[in-house]
C-alpha cells in the first residue's frame, strides 16, 4: 500500500515532471497485481519452469503463486518507463492485472521565435552557455542572461478515462542578476549553483481556452482525489490518510515537485510561515527553481526571509551561516522567476 501511494502521487504530479524535464517525452506509470495475473500467463511461467533444470522448483512455486510477493516486487513490478518518442495513448488500454495510474506524453512544442535565441528552449535551456562569458555588457554592469518561452502539449490519459490535451506556455530564464554572479563566483564552484528558473501557465484543454487560475485538473490527480474521497467515505472511523494531490495549474517544483509526502505535511516546515514561498504557492502557473532546500524531515524550501527576532534558534555559527547563504541564493534566484515569468506572459 505504500509503494502504491508513492506511485500515485509521482503519477498526479508527473505533468509537472514534464514540463521541465530537459530529455523526456513521456512518463508511463503502470501498477501490476500478481494476484490478477491471467492464467495463460501463470501457465506459460509454469511450463517455463518446468524446463529451466536446477531452478525449476523455486520459479513452478513463484508461477503457482506460493510465495506472497514482497513490497519490493510490487515496486519493482510496477513499470515506469520515458522514452523521448514512444507513439500515441491508444496503447492505454492494457491487459488482465495491470492498472494504468499515468500516461503523459508531449504531443507537441511549438517554440516561440525570439531575436537571438531561435534555437534554444525552455526544455534546452540548461545546455545553454552563453550566460557564462564575459562580454562589454556584464562589465558595465548589464546582463548576459537567457530567455525564451514556448508552447507545449501535454496528452495525458489514466486509468480508463479518456485522454486529453493541454497546453501550456513555458517561459525560462538562466544567469539573471545576482543569481548570475553567485553561480560563477569561484567560492560556489563546489556548490554547482545553476541559476535557472521556469514558469508554466495552463491555457487550454482539448482546444478550449481555460483559467489558467483555476483550469482543471489533470486526469492522474483527478482519479486520485477521487480515489481518496472513495476510501474515506468506506472508512467508518475517517483514519484514512489524506493524499497530497497537486494544486490545478499551480505548485512548486525545485527542481522536482515539493510536498508530495503525505507524512511531511504532518510537521511543521521552516518555509510555512515564508512570505515568499507562500506567494510562490498561490501564483498561478507552476513554478520550479534550483532553489535551496532543507533536509530535515523530508525536502522543502529553505526559507527566503530572516527569521523573526523573537524565534529561537538553536542551530551553531557554521549552521546560521549555511542558513544565511542559502537565503541570499534563493532571493537571487527570484530575479530568474521574474524574467522566466515576464518570458511566459
Sequence with gaps: ???????????????????FAASLGEIRVVVRHPDNVPSEEKA?????????????DDEAEDAKGGTPPSPGDLAFAAAVAA???????????????????VDVRIASTSPRALPGNDKTTPRNIVDDKEWRRHTLTTLFGGGNSTR?????????????????SDEWVVGAAMGVGKARDLALDRKNAHLMLLPLAAAAAHIRRDGAHVDPSAP????????????????????ADGSARPPVVPRSGGGLCCPLP????????IFRRPSDDDPVAAALRRMPAVIMAHFALTRGGGR???????????????IDLAGQTAAAARREWNRALCQCLAAAYSQMV
Design 1 to 19: 500500500e505504500e509503494a502504491r501511494a508513492t506511485l500515485e502521487t509521482f503519477a498526479a504530479n508527473a505533468h509537472r515532471v514534464l514540463l
Design 44 to 56: 506459460e511461467k509454469a511450463a517455463a519452469a518446468a524446463n529451466a533444470g536446477s531452478d525449476s
Design 83 to 101: 522514452a523521448a518518442n514512444a507513439g500515441d495513448a491508444a496503447d492505454a488500454v492494457l491487459s488482465g492485472g495491470e492498472e494504468l495510474l
Design 148 to 164: 525564451t518561452a514556448h508552447a507545449v502539449t501535454l496528452r495525458e490519459c489514466a486509468g480508463n478515462s479518456p485522454p486529453v
Design 216 to 235: 482543471p485538473p489533470p486526469p492522474a490527480a483527478a482519479r486520485l482525489a477521487a480515489a481518496h474521497a472513495h476510501a474515506s467515505a468506506a472508512s
Design 258 to 265: 515539493l510536498d508530495t509526502d503525505p507524512a511531511a505535511a
Design 300 to 314: 522543502c524550501l529553505a526559507p527566503f526571509v530572516e527569521p523573526s527576532p523573537g524565534a529561537a534558534v538553536l
